[in-house]
């Protein structure tokens, strides 16, 4: 069975990073489009979706010239953010399924031939791929070993998952359109509430392992500090929408961080020879740890006191 896609990119990530980081994405997704089996796959499409008054048209054009067949069609509004862009271009699309990438996230060979695969049995719905940090600096091999993403798994095949990211992820575009992702007053996060609903569905998330994307740690000290102050207000604004009351949270929040640094202590010591850090930069990252999870700790009491001052001063 041939499958149809439509690839739908969101420009909102690309704020924070260099221009050569998307340059390098429409690269890469340039050589996987020619890699495509005609006889097994095609893309109908490219969506490139953006905030008019973020960033310039003129901008995109030439940051994915590299994209000429097909050349993306690109999608200005005024004021989407994050998911609602994806969300955006899913609605937009006319492929049989939808492929998800982010435009600061750059895939490895064979990824998008990969992650179309298992569409070739009508009963998959959401394939989703593998996400990690690239290993470019001693920074990005830190961030690498404790955050939320794993670390580059080298195995292959498929398995059922309970999560996706939606930098690397691809649903069948007409169950996706009856409700895409969440609606929430968080600024991530809202893949993983699609994922638990999904779940309960009765959905599964299946995983192509070696469909491989790399992903830039934060780009900057700016960006470090709004990462992960938002990732703590995300946290209990979610919380609070099922169970979170303000008088328990100063405990539980104090938990989450202990918890958070001893899943790092714990992923530093197993994985920092397998990225190339020794003992010593593994303490640093350890140091490096600590200080975003303080960040996020701080994030959730701020989230839950003074919420406004997240949304005004660090967002992302």
């Avoid at 905030?51 to 690109?74: C, F, G, K, M, N």
């Avoid at 998952?161 to 007409?174: D, G, K, M, T």
Wanted: with cysteine; charged share 25%; hydrophobic share 45%.
């Amino acid at each position: 069975m041939r499958i149809s896609c439509s690839i739908v990119i969101e420009w909102d990530n690309a704020r924070w990073a260099e221009l050569a980081r998307p340059r390098r994405m429409a690269q890469s997704l340039a050589a996987e489009i020619a890699a495509l089996d005609p006889a097994r796959a095609a893309v109908a499409e490219i969506l490139v979706v953006y905030d008019r008054r973020e960033v310039p048209h003129e901008l995109i054009e030439e940051a994915t010239r590299a994209l000429a067949a097909p050349r993306p069609q690109l999608i200005a509004t005024d004021g989407l953010r994050y998911y609602e862009l994806k969300n955006l271009g899913a609605r937009t699309a006319t492929g049989e399924v939808v492929v998800f990438i982010d435009s600061d996230v750059v895939p490895e060979p064979a990824w998008l031939a990969r992650l179309l695969e298992p569409f070739a049995d009508p009963r998959a719905s959401v394939v989703c791929g593998s996400t990690y940090v690239e290993l470019e600096t001693w920074f990005s091999r830190a961030v690498n070993l404790w955050w939320f993403f794993a670390t580059r798994d080298p195995r292959s095949g498929l398995q059922k998952v309970e999560r996706f990211w939606a930098n690397n992820v691809a649903f069948r575009r007409a169950p996706f359109a009856r409700n895409g992702f969440p609606q929430l007053p968080t600024f991530r996060g809202q893949c993983l509430v699609l994922a638990r609903q999904l779940a309960r569905r009765g959905v599964p998330i299946l995983q192509r392992i070696d469909a491989r994307v790399a992903h830039p740690p934060p780009k900057g000290g700016w960006h470090f500090v709004c990462q992960a102050l938002t990732e703590g207000y995300d946290r209990v604004t979610l919380l609070a929408m099922h169970r979170l009351s303000p008088q328990e949270s100063w405990r539980a929040s104090w938990q989450r961080f202990v918890i958070s640094l001893r899943h790092a202590r714990e992923r530093v010591a197993k994985k920092r020879r397998e990225v190339g850090v020794g003992a010593l930069g593994g303490a640093g990252a350890l140091v490096v740890a600590l200080v975003y999870y303080g960040l996020t700790f701080a994030g959730e009491r701020i989230g839950v006191r003074w919420p406004w001052v997240i949304r005004r001063y660090f967002p992302i």
